[in-house]
């Protein structure tokens, strides 16, 4: 709550000032994914894509959904080069199959993992409360698996491509402390412990962990080991969207006020790929590079990275044998 109160401030301000810009990039002949298209931020980052050229594919869960997106995309810019895929984070074997996929593609500058769920009641999927498996396992799951065509792509192409976490400020509003149990996804599946309330603030939050643990062990902007790839995740800002759809009337009351348009938000999504390599690693806010929370920083938050990896790396490597080495 204090971390709340302390960054309500700039966060105003934020909303009230700082419009994030329209994207310009022309992303003619390039292939760009977004998961979680077919409606809100990432169905309107779709639509700036298609409108800049970009060979589009729309990851979604229900296909006829998507099917629909594509239409309204297709209609209002002329493009003609967009593809359904589906991809269902619930569902590892869902991921895997679409990262398989993906190695078919005759190239990938950049994926922008959108998808994600946010609610107030606790379920599983695939072993884990929902919101974990959706935001975190199965994002950094479908990460790693694309890696190597991002890779293939940079070196066959001469291109920087982006891997583009589309996270949040929330994790300003949180400090983790499941992170602080002995093994702490045990923790967050634990019905009888689960603070709903906070969960998709800690998703967040472990989202920008394992961005920042991902950035020191992948190759750096001046590496020669691997061919490179920017890293970045973002902060939309508070938007309107469906995302919220379960939270009580004051989140409500401060959408009507407060909220950026759909379209808005979407621009960040595009700026991310727009950046260039001083974003490698970094989290943007309003399009721009921007200190992550205070204490993801401090001595509490290093360590709790370095944990959190150190239990996740296995439940990665468990789900697809041999991931790793993709990093």
């Not at 491509?161 to 400090?175: A, N």
């Not at 906070?198 to 920042?212: Q, T």
Request: glycine share 6%; proline share 5%.
């Amino acid at each position: 709550m204090a971390g709340m109160l302390t960054y309500f401030p700039s966060f105003i301000y934020s909303q009230l000032f700082e419009t994030p810009p329209v994207p310009t990039t022309d992303f003619t002949g390039q292939t760009v994914i977004v998961t979680g298209s077919n409606q809100g931020l990432g169905f309107e980052a779709a639509r700036h894509f298609a409108r800049l050229g970009a060979n589009l594919i729309l990851a979604c869960r229900t296909v006829s959904k998507a099917e629909a997106a594509k239409a309204d995309i297709e209609k209002t810019t002329g493009s003609k080069t967009i593809q359904v895929w589906e991809l269902d984070l619930s569902r590892y074997d869902s991921v895997k199959a679409f990262a398989k996929r993906v190695q078919g593609l005759e190239r990938l500058d950049a994926i922008v993992e959108n998808a994600g769920i946010s609610t107030m009641k606790f379920a599983e999927a695939e072993g884990n409360e929902a919101t974990i498996t959706t935001n975190v396992v199965s994002t950094f799951l479908l990460a790693l698996l694309v890696l190597p065509k991002l890779r293939e792509s940079a070196k066959k192409f001469n291109i920087v491509p982006h891997l583009t976490i589309v996270s949040s400020e929330v994790h300003f509003f949180t400090t983790f402390p499941e992170s602080q149990a002995d093994d702490i996804f045990a923790e967050l599946n634990d019905p009888k412990k689960a603070r709903m309330w906070d969960r998709y603030n800690v998703s967040k939050a472990m989202e920008v962990l394992i961005c920042r643990e991902l950035t020191e062990l992948l190759a750096s902007p001046t590496s020669s080991r691997k061919p490179f790839v920017i890293l970045n995740f973002l902060n939309p800002g508070f938007c309107h969207s469906e995302l919220a759809n379960e939270l009580g009337m004051p989140v409500k009351v401060l959408k009507a006020l407060l909220a950026r348009t759909t379209e808005v938000g979407s621009r960040t999504l595009v700026n991310a790929v727009e950046a260039g390599k001083d974003s490698h690693g970094m989290f943007l806010s309003n399009s721009k590079v921007t200190p992550v929370a205070s204490w993801v920083t401090s001595e509490y938050g290093i360590k709790a990275q370095k944990k959190l990896w150190k239990q996740f790396a296995p439940i990665l490597e468990k789900i697809q044998p041999g991931i790793l080495v993709n990093i």
